[in-house]
């Protein structure tokens, strides 16, 4: 299996046998992926997907996106144009926002399928856990990049997969709609790939400057 971000080569990684998923880990940028003939199917993805309380009034939900909305704000103004990309059942990003006045446009592919926003050029998109879903993460991350304005800001949220995680037993793994873990040195990669100025790597909190 080829890496489904860098197209390097992979090694085989873990095998999760509860689940019978394999999973492969690439000799490039050190991503690990599931193996694409374990990928759930579109209606597994959205039964998942659905199974979610999210509340976009639930206090804990707020808190658990709260540190995302802080760091746009530092950074950016109510005048500025954003998107909340895979905004799922309950886009509390863009209502905390919205709340403070800013402008967000939402696109999410199973519940808010909009393709006209994805036209427009953006000063910062966030994406809270989604990026560990994608099927196709260079085609997702390069359409990211190319929607931001000069000077645009990628804000994204997911577990980064360290050394020091026993992937055996990182519960992280245990969705079967994450088929893609970032190593600190996969969103290195990323940064030269795909020509941002910056990244700034602040816990499951990552950044990316244009």
Not at 43 to 59: G, K, L, M, Q
Not at 63 to 80: H, Y
Not at 126 to 138: I, K
Request: aromatic share 16%; charged share 30%.
């Amino acid at each position: 299996m080829k890496c489904t971000l860098c197209s390097s080569k992979t090694e085989p990684f873990y095998y999760y046998e509860n689940e019978d998923r394999q999973y492969h880990r690439c000799t490039n940028c050190r991503a690990v992926l599931m193996d694409t003939d374990d990928y759930p199917t579109p209606e597994e993805e959205i039964f998942r997907y659905e199974s979610h309380d999210n509340d976009v009034e639930d206090p804990r939900y707020q808190e658990f996106v709260s540190p995302l909305v802080e760091k746009i704000m530092e950074r950016f103004n109510p005048d500025s144009l954003g998107l909340d990309f895979g905004s799922g059942t309950g886009p509390v990003i863009t209502k905390m926002l919205t709340d403070k006045g800013y402008s967000i446009n939402t696109f999410d592919p199973f519940f808010d399928n909009n393709p006209d926003v994805l036209d427009l050029n953006y000063d910062y998109i966030v994406s809270c856990e989604v990026m560990e879903h994608f099927h196709h993460p260079h085609k997702e991350f390069l359409k990211l990049k190319e929607m931001l304005k000069p000077k645009g800001a990628l804000f994204l949220k997911t577990d980064v997969f360290t050394d020091d995680i026993d992937f055996h037993a990182w519960y992280y793994k245990s969705d079967e709609t994450h088929v893609i873990f970032y190593h600190p040195d996969t969103l290195h990669w990323m940064k030269s790939e795909f020509s941002f100025s910056g990244l700034d790597i602040d816990g499951r909190h990552i950044t990316f400057l244009i």
